[in-house]
Structures are given as structure tokens and as C-alpha cells.
């Protein structure tokens, strides 16, 4: 198996750790992607005086849209190499990683094409459009990919909640601290 298709490495004591402590790193490196995202967008309000808002705004669209690739595609990779690696654990192990299994069946990825596709989100869809008719018909676009973060977060965010459950159980008490 190629080094990057699951989390085991080479010296390890417990491999369910090493797992967890993996696929932890992957968590934040997917919220350090969205969050540079929204801070690129925060600073375009700096280019404002000298871009109009035809230009602007769908820049930003295309960060928001650029940086919610990159974070879900890195979700995508963190659950091929956790299934990966529950390949090789056994019976036991598996029941301490089910709760984060669990997050990736009930909270897939799904594709790009989907989420980006908004006759497939009428919700978003809608909330986008009247967003766009009360402030600038430009940030609709905006108000969309936003939709698409906001979803790619809380997806993270229950995956970091089930991370730490998991954490929990296996580490003493000393070093959660």
C-alpha cells in the first residue's frame, strides 16, 4: 500500500492512536483550508477601492468556491485512508474507530457536482437568491459557496466531536489535557 492510503506507519504501539491522532491532523489541516478561505474573503473588502464590484465579488465567490474544493477533497482522502487502515485493526480496534466510521456514513461527502449544482440544492438555492434580491444580485453567487462551507464545517465539526469521544476512551486522562 502506497504510504499515504491509510494512517498506519511504520513504528507504532497502538494502532488505533496512530489512527486517530492521523486522521485528527486531517481534521485541522480541512479546517485551516476553510478558514484561509474565509480570511481571503474578510481581507477582499481591502481591494475595494480599486476593484469595482463586478470584479470583486465574484472573486470572492471563487475563493469561497476554490478553498471548499481543496477542504472536500481532503475529506474525501480522510475517509479512504480510514477505511483503509480499519482493514488491517481487529475486532476490538474496529469498535473503538465505529464512532468515527459512523460520522462518514451518516455525514458523506458527496460529490462536488451535487453541492455545486443548485437545481440539486433548492434550499441554498433559495436562501442564495433572496440574499442577493435584499443586499446585491452579485452576492448570490457569494451567498451560495458560503452555503457550500458552512456545510463542509459542520461536517467537520462532528467529526472533530467524534475524535475527541474516541480520544476519551483510549488516552489516560493525563495527556487529553
Not at 9 to 30: F, K, L, M, S, W
Not at 127 to 151: D, E, T
Request: charged share 20%; aromatic share 6%; glycine share 6%.
Amino acid at each position: 500500500m502506497k504510504p499515504d492510503c491509510h494512517y498506519l506507519r511504520a513504528p507504532y504501539d497502538n494502532p488505533v492512536i496512530t489512527i486517530v491522532q492521523g486522521i485528527d491532523r486531517d481534521v485541522e489541516h480541512g479546517e485551516d483550508l476553510l478558514m484561509l478561505g474565509l480570511g481571503i474573503v474578510m481581507l477582499s473588502s481591502t481591494f475595494a477601492p480599486v476593484a469595482p464590484p463586478t470584479v470583486l465579488l465574484p472573486l470572492v465567490a471563487l475563493t469561497f468556491a476554490i478553498t471548499v474544493c481543496f477542504a472536500h477533497r481532503n475529506y474525501q482522502r480522510m475517509e479512504r485512508k480510514l477505511f483503509a487502515s480499519m482493514k488491517q485493526l481487529t475486532s476490538q480496534e474496529l469498535a473503538l474507530l465505529r464512532p468515527i466510521a459512523t460520522v462518514f456514513s451518516e455525514a458523506p461527502a458527496g460529490s462536488l457536482a451535487e453541492s455545486f449544482n443548485p437545481a440539486k440544492n433548492l434550499k441554498r438555492t433559495l436562501k442564495s437568491a433572496l440574499g442577493g434580491v435584499l443586499i446585491n444580485p452579485l452576492w448570490m453567487p457569494i451567498f451560495y459557496m458560503m452555503g457550500i462551507q458552512i456545510k463542509a464545517e459542520k461536517n467537520l465539526m462532528t467529526l472533530n466531536r467524534a475524535i475527541i469521544g474516541v480520544e476519551r476512551r483510549i488516552l489516560p486522562p493525563s495527556t487529553l489535557a
